[in-house]
């Protein structure tokens, strides 16, 4: 399994940016999807996940203000992400678990950097 990350770049603050994953898996529906991020000298952290049922949860940081979605035809996942502030400046990762397993699988990560 593959995920091909994109869409990062520096963005100013209030800006928008969307982020891609796009994954080499057959049966993507299958898979629980998610973002993380990870901000120097700080812990990776989860930003939103989108279950193969379509529900959605997000870290209280960006409630309101990013968007994560998913097309399983394409087998893609997107983050919208609006409004963004300095504090979302980090390195996204895209996530994949597939469901009733523990195999899990990471993406290369994509910069996302907010100025001031």
């Known amino acids: 399994v593959q995920l091909q990350a994109s869409g990062g770049g520096l963005v100013q603050t209030g800006g928008s940016l969307r982020l891609s994953c796009e994954a080499s898996?057959?049966?993507?529906?299958?898979?629980?999807m998610a973002w993380y991020r990870q901000a120097p000298g700080k812990q990776r952290e989860l930003v939103a996940q989108?279950?193969?049922?379509?529900?959605?949860k997000y870290v209280d940081s960006v409630k309101g203000r990013f968007t994560i979605s998913r097309d399983n035809a394409k087998a893609t996942v997107y983050l919208e992400m609006n409004s963004l502030k300095p504090e979302d400046t980090a390195v996204y990762y895209c996530?994949?678990?597939?469901?009733?397993?523990?195999?899990?699988?990471w993406g290369q990560g994509t910069l996302v950097t907010v100025s001031s």
């Open positions: 989108i279950r193969t049922s379509g529900s959605t």
């Open positions: 996530h994949s678990r597939r469901i009733f397993s523990s195999a899990d699988y």
């Open positions: 898996i057959r049966t993507f529906s299958n898979y629980d």
